[in-house]
């Protein structure tokens, strides 16, 4: 994706959309009044660290934490970290100059709006505003959708052709063309699909076995910065 945007495939930058099908837990709902029996293999206070204790609720560890405030971040917080990454590291963003957002609402009743404060929206339509970085012309609209909200789908696309891919997507476009991608930006590529075949420099070294490649790298360092860690505690030891 990068080395298509250096050489200018799809010209200076226009806009950003990612988006992904969750939650796919349960969010926007009040959180339970019956306690559950904490997990024989949890430490519960541990678990909470600094957070307000309160009783353990069924299923909330590993997984459904993700739609509570007091632990989670949602949507966003869950997938943004991956489908908004390269458009972060492509395009240089940094600190967000405005927020703009509008949130799905849960009726509980015919006319009834629920009100769970402590959970994330079921849904939700976001719109950042960057400042202009060395890599754009000006300011960057950066469009973040969940709940199984959508962008508009591009005219390029064929009507057999996916939109992004299992339920998340990132569309780039450009003054003269537009990037697509799947979950963690995995399957680039330029729209129409035919002009994915242009060949460009390659200019980036790439990680040897691909996302598991990255699983290897990173386990490798783990493992390295406990040695390094290691060697410095005995050397401060024989210093003494």
Request: charged share 25%; net charge positive; with cysteine.
């Amino acid at each position: 994706m990068r080395e298509w945007i250096d050489a200018g495939l799809i010209g200076d930058l226009v806009e950003i959309y990612a988006w992904t099908d969750r939650p796919v837990w349960p969010q926007g709902i009040a959180w339970p009044s019956k306690k559950a029996p904490v997990p024989s293999t949890l430490d519960w206070d541990k678990w909470l660290g600094t957070a307000q204790y309160t009783d353990y609720i069924e299923k909330l560890v590993p997984f459904n934490w993700r739609g509570w405030w007091a632990f989670g971040t949602g949507a966003l917080g869950d997938m943004g970290c991956h489908n908004l990454e390269a458009p972060f590291s492509i395009y240089g963003l940094q600190y967000v100059k405005d927020v703009q957002a509008s949130v799905g609402t849960v009726y509980v009743d015919e006319f009834k709006r629920g009100y769970f404060p402590e959970s994330c929206p079921p849904s939700s339509s976001v719109t950042m505003t960057f400042p202009k970085t060395p890599k754009t012309k000006g300011d960057v609209k950066v469009h973040w959708m969940d709940g199984g909200i959508q962008p508009p789908r591009p005219d390029e696309l064929e009507p057999n052709e996916e939109f992004g891919g299992k339920g998340n997507g990132i569309l780039i476009i450009g003054t003269k063309g537009k990037l697509l991608a799947d979950t963690y930006a995995e399957n680039p590529r330029l729209l129409p699909t035919s002009k994915t075949y242009k060949t460009v420099k390659e200019k980036y070294p790439r990680v040897k076995g691909g996302a598991s490649g990255h699983w290897a790298q990173w386990w490798k360092d783990v493992l390295q910065a406990t040695e390094i860690w290691k060697c410095r505690r005995h050397s401060k030891l024989l210093d003494r």
